[in-house]
């Protein structure tokens, strides 16, 4: 019903910054809450920023102050720009919505 496409991913050093594209197409009516999810090597999955169609956004601590989700709304598309990066930021980036994912996008951070 919902696909999504997670792009922008790649390196930086610390400091960095870069910022994900997530493109949604299919039942997009169907889609209240949209987040970004990462997955670092033997970590859990875990949520980094959410957005809900009435624009109510929370962040997940270690990013506040650094990341911003955004979305345009003509473009399907759920942005996540990323400054200041750290080398914890490492992980592989996933958009979910409505029990979906896309396939994910790596971040690589140097130190």
């Known amino acids: 019903q919902v696909q999504l496409v997670e792009s922008g991913g790649g390196l930086a050093q610390a400091g960095g910054s870069l910022r994900l594209s997530c493109a949604v197409s299919g039942n997009t009516f169907s889609i209240n809450v949209i987040g970004w999810y990462r997955q670092a090597p033997g970590k859990q999955r875990e949520l980094v920023a959410l957005?809900?169609?009435?624009?109510?956004?929370n962040y997940v601590d270690s990013v506040k102050g650094r990341f911003t989700i955004s979305r345009d709304n003509a473009k399907n598309t759920v942005y996540l720009q990323m400054n200041s990066l750290k080398p914890e930021d490492t992980a592989v980036y996933y958009c979910?919505?409505?029990?979906?994912w896309g396939k994910g996008t790596q971040v690589t951070v140097s130190p």
């Open positions: 979910g919505a409505v029990g979906n």
């Open positions: 957005i809900s169609r009435g624009g109510i956004i």
